[in-house]
């Protein structure tokens, strides 16, 4: 069984400092992938990243970066110079790699950010 | 392309009643499924169908059908519905045999169940 745990509920940072949000994994599978959507008040899901289990190179997009550690299960996301548009629940997901694809996503159960402003 | 289109956007039933929530995508995608949102749950697995006629449980498939008659189409029923049924629902879809696609998700379905 696949399992994912996002243990930070909710955080509020002041706008412009760094937070890192949390996301740890449990699976048999020895391939994967992991995910981070974000849903802004709005409520619709946005995708921001996926990474395979093959590649743990820390990964970089403009403020945001994922640092994906396999030796301890976790996959934490940093918003870097954080801004109000900030402001969402993310999720971190996990899939198996099968024959398909990456369907059959688990999902952790989101960590609120807010960022005052 | 409109992508993956959800309806209706909100919902209130009474329990007992019966109803379908409706999911299209336009891409031609092989791969569909849907979720239920739930606060302090995340998001979880109700069905999927990886094409035309093929259907299978998720995680919480109890209380719901599905079917897919076409690659774009892909309802969900609550035959009888139960205030544990109150969610939010979101569709998504993916193409299949294209590794690490990411699945694209609908607007989402308010539901309340009285």
């Known amino acids: 069984a696949q399992k994912v745990t996002q243990a930070q509920t909710e955080i509020s940072v002041v706008e412009k400092e760094d937070v890192t949000l949390d996301c740890v994994y449990e699976?048999?599978?020895?391939?994967?992938?992991l995910f981070w959507y974000k849903q802004p008040p709005s409520g619709e899901l946005v995708f921001l990243i996926r990474?395979?289990?093959?590649?743990?190179q820390n990964e970089i997009s403009g403020r945001y970066s994922w640092n994906f550690q396999k030796s301890t299960s976790s996959f934490n996301f940093t918003i870097t110079a954080s801004q109000v548009v900030d402001s969402a629940v993310y999720f971190c997901?996990?899939?198996?790699?099968?024959?398909?694809?990456?369907?059959?996503?688990?999902f952790g159960t989101g960590t609120r950010l807010t960022i005052i402003p | 392309n409109a992508g993956v289109t959800q309806t209706p956007k909100f919902q209130v039933l009474k329990t007992g009643q019966s109803m379908t929530l409706q999911c299209a995508q336009d891409m031609n995608h092989e791969y569909m499924s849907w979720y239920r949102q739930d606060p302090g749950m995340g998001l979880r697995l109700i069905h999927y169908s990886v094409g035309a006629g093929i259907t299978d449980q998720g995680e919480v498939p109890n209380g719901y059908n599905v079917s897919r008659s076409t690659t774009e189409d892909f309802p969900l029923r609550l035959l009888s519905a139960a205030p544990s049924q109150t969610s939010v629902y979101f569709c998504?879809?993916?193409?299949?045999?294209?590794?690490?696609?990411?699945?694209?998700f609908g607007p989402g379905t308010r539901l309340l169940v009285l």
């Open positions: 699976t048999r599978d020895t391939t994967y992938y």
């Open positions: 997901a996990l899939s198996p790699i099968s024959n398909f694809g990456n369907e059959k996503l688990t």
């Open positions: 998504a879809s993916s193409p299949l045999n294209r590794a690490g696609e990411t699945q694209y």
């Open positions: 990474r395979n289990s093959f590649d743990e």
